[in-house]
């Protein structure tokens, strides 16, 4: 199973060097459809993607959920950090455990 990042050109070359396939994208309609045909190939397990477009992506992330893999990662883009995958990871523990852990 392979790995890849989705997301501004600025961010996504560095993570060549791990083995991971990046996919530059301007936009987020750029970011779906890059999506959209990985998932078409069943061939990854991860699909990280800059927090930069993340929000745009709810639709299909939702959808994704649904299925055993992709997982769909948000990362910290190039204007930093917005805790958007803090705040997955905190939805994702309340679904499974019932509990908040954030508070």
Known sequence: ???ALIGEQ???FP???FGIEVFPVDNVEEG???IRKLLGENDY???FVSEGIYPGLKDIVNEVR???YPGIIPVPGVKGRTN???ENLREIIRKAIGIDIGG
């Open 66 to 68: 649904k299925i055993p």
């Open 15 to 17: 993570f060549k060097a």
């Open 45 to 47: 397990a991860f699909l």
């Open 84 to 86: 958007i995958s803090i």
């Open 10 to 12: 600025d961010m996504v």
């Open 1 to 3: 199973m392979k790995m």
């Open 32 to 34: 779906e459809k890059i």
